[in-house]
């Protein structure tokens, strides 16, 4: 399935279906991070549950240092 | 105690986490600096390297608030998107609503921090927006009903210190919520001033991270925001142009 993350063009296994699936395959299940999918900010409980398609797109953020 | 909406802390001190030497300082600056509300910075991660470490995890977040910025943001919109997103961390309700209008001198756009925080309070932020030290635009954004006002003392990173003391003292006058002095500080004269004119609180990060002992500074930040706060509280003299004698000038035993 080919998704675009953080602005670039991504294949993942199939078996990633879901937001906290999607999170492990890249090794962010641990951490504090934000996912926006198609420009909606999900909620942290619903990536258990949510689904990611072909060709969504999907943003992961999270805190840095700032001012 | 200073009091933001439904939040109370000791220390009057708001620290930046950006741009320390390392983590490892980083971590002995915020616990001298004794401060209890932590700003950050909303980014995309770098997912192909996940292992990369982040200042947030090294923190024992139950001690900490965090106080997220929306830096990097140039409109409301932005601005907006970005404080949800911080909030869908559920770490967070507060938020520092940070729109800049020039990327020179990053001062904060008026007219577009006015509409971020206006959209910000109906969703149910406690909003502190960073502005100018414009005294009508900070009136306009406690009508609004921000939690807070923070207007920078000069420009962000510049470390000039307070340029328009007289302004922020009006702000301060007016103010019914509290003011935290946000960008600009330098030195801890700088922070003890703008407790001494009043101010709830001093929000700083460079001064600290980019000082030549980062741990040091923090100590001294602190300091000074506690004197300058106790001088404010106890109630300076009248500046007076001739001098007036401390010692009596009866019992003399000379002349």
Same mark, same amino acid.
């Given at each position: 399935m080919k998704l675009v993350v953080n602005g670039e063009k991504v $294949?993942?296994?199939? &078996?990633?279906?879901?937001?906290? &699936? =999607? =999170?492990?395959?890249? +090794? =962010?299940?641990?951490?504090?991070?934000?996912? $926006? =999918? +198609?420009?909606?900010?999900? $909620?942290?409980?619903?990536?258990q549950e949510t689904r990611v398609c072909d060709g969504d797109k999907i943003e992961i953020v999270h805190f840095v240092g700032g001012g | 105690m200073l009091k933001i909406g439904s939040y109370e802390f000791k220390s009057r001190l708001l620290l930046g986490t950006g741009k320390y030497p390392n983590f490892e300082i980083q971590k002995e600056a915020v616990a001298v600096s004794k401060a209890e509300i932590l700003t950050f910075a909303v980014r995309r991660m770098n997912i192909f390297e996940a292992s990369q470490p982040n200042f947030l995890e090294k923190l024992d977040l139950s001690r900490y608030t965090l106080l997220p910025n929306t830096a990097g943001a140039k409109t409301a919109e932005e601005a907006v998107r970005i404080a949800k997103l911080a909030k869908a961390s559920g770490l967070c309700d507060m938020i520092k609503v940070e729109v800049i209008g020039c990327q020179k001198t990053l001062l904060p756009d008026p007219v577009e921090t006015l509409k971020a925080t206006e959209e910000l309070l109906k969703e149910g932020f406690i909003v502190l927006p960073y502005t100018s030290d414009d005294v009508l635009l900070a009136r306009r954004l406690e009508e609004l009903g921000s939690h807070a006002i923070m207007p920078g003392a000069s420009p962000i990173g510049s470390g000039q210190g307070i340029v328009n003391p007289l302004n922020l003292s009006f702000i301060i006058e007016q103010a019914n919520v509290p003011v935290i002095v946000d960008a600009g500080i330098g030195t801890p004269s700088d922070a003890a001033l703008a407790m001494e004119l009043g101010a709830d609180g001093v929000l700083l990060n460079t001064a600290v991270s980019g000082a030549k002992d980062p741990v040091k500074m923090a100590n001294a930040m602190k300091l000074a925001i506690e004197a300058g706060r106790l001088g404010f509280e106890a109630g300076r003299i009248p500046k007076k142009r001739y001098a007036t004698a401390s010692s009596p000038m009866e019992g003399m035993s000379i002349g």
């Amino acid at each position: 399935m080919k998704l675009v993350v953080n602005g670039e063009k991504v $294949e993942i296994p199939h &078996t990633v279906d879901r937001v906290h &699936t =999607l =999170l492990q395959h890249f +090794n =962010l299940d641990q951490k504090v991070v934000i996912v $926006e =999918l +198609n420009d909606e900010i999900l $909620e942290k409980g619903s990536h258990q549950e949510t689904r990611v398609c072909d060709g969504d797109k999907i943003e992961i953020v999270h805190f840095v240092g700032g001012g | 105690m200073l009091k933001i909406g439904s939040y109370e802390f000791k220390s009057r001190l708001l620290l930046g986490t950006g741009k320390y030497p390392n983590f490892e300082i980083q971590k002995e600056a915020v616990a001298v600096s004794k401060a209890e509300i932590l700003t950050f910075a909303v980014r995309r991660m770098n997912i192909f390297e996940a292992s990369q470490p982040n200042f947030l995890e090294k923190l024992d977040l139950s001690r900490y608030t965090l106080l997220p910025n929306t830096a990097g943001a140039k409109t409301a919109e932005e601005a907006v998107r970005i404080a949800k997103l911080a909030k869908a961390s559920g770490l967070c309700d507060m938020i520092k609503v940070e729109v800049i209008g020039c990327q020179k001198t990053l001062l904060p756009d008026p007219v577009e921090t006015l509409k971020a925080t206006e959209e910000l309070l109906k969703e149910g932020f406690i909003v502190l927006p960073y502005t100018s030290d414009d005294v009508l635009l900070a009136r306009r954004l406690e009508e609004l009903g921000s939690h807070a006002i923070m207007p920078g003392a000069s420009p962000i990173g510049s470390g000039q210190g307070i340029v328009n003391p007289l302004n922020l003292s009006f702000i301060i006058e007016q103010a019914n919520v509290p003011v935290i002095v946000d960008a600009g500080i330098g030195t801890p004269s700088d922070a003890a001033l703008a407790m001494e004119l009043g101010a709830d609180g001093v929000l700083l990060n460079t001064a600290v991270s980019g000082a030549k002992d980062p741990v040091k500074m923090a100590n001294a930040m602190k300091l000074a925001i506690e004197a300058g706060r106790l001088g404010f509280e106890a109630g300076r003299i009248p500046k007076k142009r001739y001098a007036t004698a401390s010692s009596p000038m009866e019992g003399m035993s000379i002349g």
